[in-house]
């Protein structure tokens, strides 16, 4: 029987769990170490996935002692870059790092040197690469099953840095990776929130122009409706994406939408509903993650370059409103241009109070942010 890779977790909350779902559904890895804050949340992990891992309260300490294969950081968005950094210094095989990459482009570019520095393969987890509508879609963008792609159109809401970089990240994968080539955009921002400590807009739109030709539009709490997908429209057809399923249309299905529900490596929609882009992500990616540790593949569908050109996407929206201008790629501007804008007084709140969108996820008294371990 091969031997199995051995998993640790910084971070114990949710999102941890999705990711120990995902190394426990491809029967490839053992968790073997948790570290958080919270005891309570370490012990709640233990009981719900039916693991028995060693606890830390110094992620730092259980690096040291347990020299894991593979670590997942999967604090809020401002321990990122820390941690995966800390964890490059101990060298691990790999590290799957939660997205958005960092809270800025100058972090999430520390990352990437800190892990080429120290020879650790860095993957961000923007599972939906993984989800068989998702390569479906891209393969037949890439055989003209629509003509050429003008336009991807996509709805978001909760902020641009959380929900859309997955979006963000789609659009780039549905085109084969193609490079975004500039960015114009505009936020509003009247009130004071954030998403897991990271400053959040209240609504946004923005226009991604990418080097192939085709051009991607996002609409972010702008309408009551959101949801991870897109609608795209080519010369000969268009395809309706959806987490779970597409819709195809054009002259071969007769001017009719054709359903198209294609099953996962690991679960299918009709076994697990509306759960399947969670859990099926979640392991298709853990699984590629193993066969690039143990040297089956040359690159993940996730390896960080992807990650950190998503980030700079959803931050050159920012700049863009900042700057009053269409924003060349790549970007430039390594800190958060909203931060400089509020920071600045250049768009101070008119409603005054800070919150959390996330703070309903905090434990015990903390009731402001959780971004360390």
């Known amino acids: 029987m091969p031997t199995k890779l051995r998993a640790a977790i910084i971070g114990a909350g949710s999102i941890g769990g999705a990711h120990i779902q ?18 309570e949340a370490m012990a709640e992990a233990n009981e719900l996935y039916d693991i028995a891992p060693v606890h830390y309260l110094d992620a730092r300490q259980m690096m040291e002692e347990v020299r894991p294969d593979v670590v997942s950081v999967c604090t809020w ?12 210094a101990f060298k691990p095989q790999a590290i799957l790092c939660e997205k958005p990459m960092a809270d800025t482009v100058g972090a999430a570019e520390r990352m990437l040197i800190a892990c080429e520095r120290n020879d650790v393969k860095l993957a961000i987890a923007h599972q939906r690469r993984f989800l068989p509508s998702y390569t479906l879609a891209r393969n037949l963008i890439a055989e003209k099953a629509v003509g050429d792609v003008n336009l991807i159109q996509s709805l978001g809401g909760d902020g641009l840095p959380n929900f859309s970089s997955h979006q963000a990240d789609m659009y780039r994968y549905l085109l084969s990776d193609d490079e975004c080539i500039w960015v114009m955009g505009n936020i509003e921002r009247k009130t004071d929130q ?8 209240d609504r946004a739109m923005a226009v ?7 051009r991607a539009m996002i609409l972010s709490d702008l309408v009551t409706n959101h949801y991870q997908g897109a609608l795209i429209y080519g010369s000969d057809g268009m395809i309706n994406l959806t987490t779970e399923s597409l819709q195809l249309l054009n002259s071969e299905t007769g001017g009719r939408w054709e359903l198209r529900v294609p099953d996962g490596k690991f679960f299918t929609v009709e076994a697990v509903g509306h759960r399947f882009e969670w859990i099926e992500g979640a392991a298709a990616q853990a699984d590629e993650l193993a066969d690039w540790v143990e040297g089956k ?23 863009s409103a900042r700057m009053h ?23 101070t709140p008119q409603r005054p109070g800070r919150y959390d969108i996330r703070i309903g996820r905090l434990r015990n008294e903390n009731m402001t942010e959780d971004t360390e371990n």
């Open 22 to 39: 995902g190394y426990l559904d491809t029967g490839r890895f053992d968790i073997v170490a948790l570290a958080d804050l919270n005891a």
């Open 325 to 347: 201008e269409k924003v060349e790629m790549p970007l430039q501007t390594r800190v958060n241009p909203l931060d400089l804008m509020v920071e600045s007084g250049h768009l």
């Open 208 to 214: 991604f122009q990418f080097a192939g030709g085709p």
């Open 77 to 88: 968005h401002k321990g990122h870059s820390p941690w995966t950094i800390a964890a490059a």
């Open 297 to 319: 593949i040359e690159v993940h569908r996730g390896q960080g370059e992807h990650g950190y050109k998503a980030l700079q996407m959803v931050h050159a929206v920012y700049e």
């Open 194 to 201: 954030y998403e897991r400590a990271t400053r959040i807009e």
